[in-house]
């Protein structure tokens, strides 16, 4: 059996709450290396109106990882769900992630 990292985000679906329209929204989600080698990313993306930071960095096995998000709600209005993935040496390859947030006009 080879090593493999396991990726768990601590949420299925993030709730951002409300924000008005053309304002912006941080958060940090969380993710923890529940497998038994270092995760390294390859590659995250989301919308664009989605901003993503992460650590380039391997995370080792029973650490956890954050993920940085900024949202921009210009040009949008009402409930938005949006997906965020991540490639990287997990198998399957794909690990997802998604927020939800209210844009008020």
């Known amino acids: 059996d080879k090593a493999v990292p396991v990726i768990r985000f601590e949420k299925e679906i993030y709730d951002l709450g409300t ?3 053309g304002e912006k929204r941080k958060a940090k989600l969380i993710y923890h290396n529940t497998g038994k ?4 990313i390859e590659y995250a ?3 664009e109106c989605t ?3 992460y650590s380039k960095d391997p995370l080792a096995p029973g650490a956890k990882g954050i993920l940085e998000i900024e949202y921009n709600s210009e040009g949008k209005s ?3 769900e949006i997906g ?3 490639i990287g040496n997990t ?3 794909l690990v997802e992630t998604r927020f939800k947030i209210m844009v008020k006009e």
Request: proline share 9%.
């Open 91 to 93: 198998d399957p390859f």
């Open 78 to 80: 009402g409930l938005q």
């Open 51 to 53: 901003e993503l930071n």
């Open 84 to 86: 965020i993935e991540m």
């Open 37 to 40: 080698a270092p995760y390294v």
């Open 19 to 21: 924000v008005n329209a």
């Open 45 to 47: 993306s989301a919308c």
